[in-house]
């Protein structure tokens, strides 16, 4: 007689959900909408940042193994987990290079609007886990000049001579955000951008926040807005997914939480928890979660300047623009639903290494910048 299938509820926005279809029986819902009674007899859960995992949704199930396909674990109760003999995983890293490739189009769409150069900037960074350590990492590669926040750390990091205070951090021209969001502890970041704060920062800062909407108050940035020309982009919101609309309209770019979105950041994110899903169930004779490496040639500028051929084979691969202008749809009235329907139905993002690029007619800086942020 077979052994009935493991019983799974899954964020039905989960990538890559028919390779558990193939060893599991699996329940697709949305995220937003997981109960108690629709996980009550789920043998494991599968979400992602969405979904609050805690007392009141597995109280009184059967669960035994969660699993988050995302870096960020705010949103789940590790403690009740523990106490409960619940196995928890998640995905650290997966969404990374995702994260970071966001941020380098960021500031090449900042370059193309407001005509400075990028590299030429200093770049504070709040936060060093595997998101701002890789981003570090590129920028070192790079010569551009960084600092990093991050009091958690000590001095085995790589880049511990970078190491600053969190005032000096905010002195340089560009902050670019990559903490989690807490609020216990001796360094809460809810707010770490209060109101104080915001008013003290250069009245032309750059500003990019890829991590959690309630590290900066919303509404403080906006009221600042009047006295700062602030050159901002944010990818999360406090309040997510009923944003603050105005902000949304200040911003120079406005995404709807998908800086890790891209195809191989999803993929990567599934390929991590099914392989501890493989583990936890003890199902050795499973198939490996397949990974697409293909590649796709993309036509590069061959004239304008240096910076020019950067920003716009940046912009090529990845249109940060248009992903904006589908955020500029929501409506007061509709900002939850459609906030999440974009999520939900976001189009396919390749990272800069699926891209193959013909370095013939690029001037000799403009290769090595690419090649350094890994077009093939």
């Known amino acids: 007689m077979n052994k009935p299938k493991i019983q799974v509820v899954a964020d039905e926005n989960i990538s890559g959900l028919e390779y558990f279809d193939a060893i599991a029986d699996v329940s697709k819902v949305s995220g937003r909408l997981l109960s108690a009674q629709k996980v009550k007899h789920a043998d494991a859960l599968l979400v992602r940042s969405v979904s ?3 007392k009141d949704l597995l109280g009184n199930s059967n669960v035994k193994f969660v699993a988050s396909a995302t870096s960020g674990i705010d949103h789940v109760d590790l403690e009740f987990l ?3 003999n619940i196995h928890f995983a998640h995905a650290p890293g997966s969404n990374a290079n995702s994260v970071v490739q966001y941020v380098f189009s960021s500031m090449a769409f900042l370059s193309e609007k407001y005509n400075f150069d990028w ?11 595997n998101v701002g350590s890789l981003l570090a990492e590129y920028l070192h590669a790079l010569n551009i000049n960084f600092v990093i926040y991050d009091p958690y750390l000590d001095d085995s990091h790589l880049f ?3 190491f600053v205070s969190f005032e000096r951090a905010l002195k340089q021209d560009l902050i670019t955000v990559h903490t ?3 609020t216990q502890g001796l360094y809460p970041t809810w707010h770490l951008f209060d109101e104080n704060v915001i008013q003290g920062l250069a009245k032309d800062s750059m500003i990019i926040n890829t991590s959690r909407g309630a590290v ?3 509404h403080a940035l906006y009221s600042e807005y009047k006295s700062h020309s602030w050159r901002c982009v944010l990818d999360v919101w406090e309040n997510e997914p009923d944003i603050y609309m105005p902000l949304l309209e200040k911003v120079d770019i406005g995404t709807c939480h998908i800086a890790g979105y891209s195809y191989e950041g999803k993929e990567q994110g599934s390929a991590q928890i099914y392989q501890a899903f493989l583990d936890f169930f003890c199902l050795q004779e499973a198939p490996a979660y397949p990974i697409n490496t293909e590649t796709k040639s993309i036509e590069t500028p061959s004239g304008g300047s240096e910076l020019e051929q950067i920003n716009q084979t940046i912009l090529i691969a990845y249109a940060i623009a248009v992903d904006y202008k589908q955020m500029l749809q929501l409506t007061e009235k509709k900002a939850a639903t459609t906030f999440d ?8 993002r390749r990272e800069f290494q699926y891209y193959q690029l013909d370095y013939a007619g690029l001037a000799p800086a403009a290769k090595k910048v690419l090649r350094t942020l ?3």
């Open 119 to 129: 590299r030429e900037l200093s770049v504070g960074i709040i936060g060093a886990g």
């Open 160 to 162: 511990s001579d970078k």
């Open 341 to 348: 329907e974009l999520r939900k139905k976001y189009p396919l």
């Open 216 to 218: 900066i108050d919303n």
């Open 180 to 182: 989690p969001l807490t």
């Open 82 to 84: 523990k106490l409960n």
């Open 52 to 54: 609050n995992i805690n």
């Open 374 to 376: 890994n077009f093939n």
